[in-house]
């Protein structure tokens, strides 16, 4: 059974920095591409930044673009997401999540490619 656990969320102010990791229990981790969403409350679950299962391709919400880096160390079996200069519409609960398919060669930002997701860790940006 895979797991996923996020960590790292809690309450910054507006152009402040936080430093979210995602750890997998899962002993393939290296062959699936992983994916960071949010969702505010009201509002639909939305991409926020994906990287390849090799770590050689990113790609970002236009809303993070500059702002936010998503990485991996495959040999601790991590996510990370940091994000900086953070706004007040960046506050939503984060989670992230494994992509069904191995080795894909197109990425995606749907949430219907992923298949585990963790619980979700909260950030909350103030003005």
């Keep these: 059974q895979v797991q996923l656990v996020e960590s790292g969320g809690g309450l910054v102010q507006a152009g402040g920095s936080l430093r979210l990791s995602c750890a997998a229990s899962i002993r393939t981790f290296s062959s699936y591409d992983m994916g960071w969403f ?3 409350p009201g ?3 939305e991409f926020v930044a994906g990287i390849s299962w ?3 391709s990113t790609y970002y919400a236009d809303s993070v673009k500059g702002r936010f880096t998503i990485s991996r160390e495959n040999a601790k079996n991590t996510v990370y997401l940091q994000m900086n200069s953070l706004k007040p519409e960046d506050t939503a609960v984060y989670y992230c999540a494994k ?3 191995a080795y894909t060669i197109i990425l995606s930002m749907a949430g ?3 298949d ?3 619980q979700g860790t909260q950030v909350t ?3």
Excluded: P
């Design 99 to 101: 992509r069904r398919d």
């Design 38 to 40: 949010r969702q505010a």
């Design 54 to 56: 090799s770590g050689g």
């Design 112 to 114: 219907a490619s992923y």
């Design 43 to 45: 509002k639909e679950r």
């Design 125 to 127: 940006v103030s003005s």
């Design 116 to 118: 585990y997701w963790g």
